[in-house]
């Protein structure tokens, strides 16, 4: 619940939202999970969704390894309990198991922050 407080404070929303998740991730996240999110800024964002199916290790829904050296160096600050990440044409959100301290939850906030 702390971080829940926090995020809000820092300007992050939050919600429980229900997941489908992919039946080939190595363990299966809970449904409903935390989904931190902000809005995204850019007119013409462009639509992705990664999955950790290992701690730093981001795939896509063809389970293909993300290649993006921007997307990557923002995903490697993020912890190893972050399920999913993704982009739509209005949010940018971070699917997490709310483990840690508020430095985690400030990792998690620059990451949205910079891809938002």
């Known amino acids: 619940m702390a971080l829940r407080m926090e995020a809000r404070r820092i300007g992050m929303a939050m919600q429980l939202a229900p997941q489908e ?3 080939w991730l190595p363990r299966q996240p809970p449904s409903p999970c935390a989904q931190y999110h902000r809005p995204r800024r850019s007119s013409k964002p462009d639509v992705w969704t990664y999955w950790q199916t290992e701690p730093g290790i981001w795939v896509n829904r ?3 390894p993300c290649e993006d050296v921007a997307l990557l160096t ?3 600050t993020l912890p190893a309990d972050v399920f999913k990440v993704e982009a739509d044409s209005q949010m940018i959100a971070v699917y997490w198991a709310e483990r840690g301290e508020a430095d985690v939850l400030q990792r998690i ?7 938002a």
């Open 21 to 23: 998740w992919p039946h």
């Open 62 to 64: 063809w389970r293909e």
């Open 74 to 76: 923002h995903f490697s």
């Open 109 to 115: 906030n620059a990451v949205l922050k910079a891809l």
